[in-house]
């Protein structure tokens, strides 16, 4: 679903409580350091041991942070969801909160300020993107990554969709994000985004019986996401973590448009040997999926370049990257995707 209007609000953290995240005396296991991390959605505390997330409250399109209550919930359901891909690195939701004499407290029910989901801290260098960046993989690694994958989605719960109403869903995600992308402001090339436009619909047109049989073949389920390459750990066993608990109908998708997501990521960072590698292992002769896998591909590439363009709206972050050019970038993956359909 498409965001209806500009709908941005950032409401400021507590700062003496950030302060006091960012000292070593409140933490019950006495750590040596406190790192802080940044994202757009949440502030992360590192210590040598652990990693504890709290959520800015934040209103950002449909997902809205800003109450307690609102965060405590999204908190809960990180965890639960989580679990089924990382079941030893998430454990559980702590509350945060300042006595009467302004001492932080861990877990204390008459002092909650915050939510806070803790977690096992992964190895840096066992992250697949640092991984790709820095070393090849073994083939033990990456079959174990595909086996992980392979099991969640076949768990996954199947998003009963008539076939029909599926291709209807596609055509409506193509053009409300063409939409978006082509607004005067964001300053993309109208051409590129024309021809990009005139081949996803093109192959819709042309392939909607497959898409229509992935659909009635239960192959659309609730998978993690938000599957990138910084998300998944090779550790033994590998995990993945942040699946997307905020929105069902984001993580709700084809399994195999979730491998083209994981795959374009490995693209994006230059590693296309290896993107190629995962492909073929999750295709695996699948001729059906096949058929499909270069629309999914295209489509995931839509969706990165509107991700990369929306940070425009937020004064925050708007100077921080070069939007427009990763954008485009993002487009040009997803038109070489489609030139041989």
């Not at 209550?69 to 891909?85: G, S």
């Not at 070393?135 to 996954?156: D, G, K, W, Y």
């Not at 599926?166 to 300053?187: I, K, M, P, Q, T």
């Not at 699948?286 to 991700?307: C, I, N, Q, T």
Request: aromatic share 8%; proline share 6%.
């Amino acid at each position: 679903m498409m965001p209806g209007g500009h709908k941005i609000e950032l409401q400021e953290f507590s700062p003496k409580l950030r302060a006091s995240l960012l000292d070593v005396r409140n933490y019950p296991e006495q750590p040596a350091s406190v790192e802080e991390i940044e994202t757009h959605f949440a502030l992360v505390f590192l210590t040598e041991r652990h990693a504890y997330k709290v959520k800015k409250p934040i209103l950002w399109y449909d997902m809205d942070f800003r109450s307690v209550a609102a965060r405590r919930f999204h908190c809960e359901e990180e965890v639960r969801l989580n679990r089924q891909l990382a079941p030893a690195t998430y454990l559980g939701v702590d509350t945060v909160g300042c006595d009467s004499s302004g001492r932080l407290r861990w877990n204390d029910s008459e002092a909650v300020m915050e939510y806070v989901v803790a977690m096992r801290r992964l190895p840096a260098e066992q992250m697949l993107d640092v991984a790709l960046n820095h070393r090849p993989i073994t083939p033990p690694e990456r079959n174990a990554l595909v086996r992980m994958i392979l099991q969640f989605h076949e768990s996954a719960s199947v998003f009963a969709v008539a076939g029909d109403d599926y291709v209807v869903h596609l055509r409506r995600y193509v053009d409300a994000h063409h939409e978006l992308l082509a607004r005067h402001r964001y300053g993309l090339p109208a051409e590129l985004l024309g021809a990009l436009r005139v081949l996803q619909l093109r192959v819709l047109n042309r392939g909607d019986a497959a898409f229509r049989r992935r659909a009635d073949g239960g192959f659309i389920r609730e998978c993690h996401g938000d599957l990138r390459p910084e998300h998944i750990c090779l550790a033994e066993p590998p995990c993945a973590i942040d699946r997307l608990e905020f929105s069902r109908s984001l993580r709700t998708m084809d399994v195999i448009e979730e491998w083209a997501l994981l795959c374009l990521e490995c693209i994006r960072l230059g590693h296309t040997e290896f993107a190629d590698a995962l492909a073929g292992a999750a295709l695996g002769g699948d001729e059906p999926g096949a058929e499909v896998w270069p629309f999914y591909l295209s489509k995931r590439a839509l969706a990165k370049a509107k991700l990369c363009i929306w940070h425009l709206d937020d004064p925050d972050y708007a100077e921080r990257c070069p939007w427009p050019e990763l954008a485009e970038r993002c487009l040009e993956l997803g038109l070489s995707a489609l030139e041989n359909t």
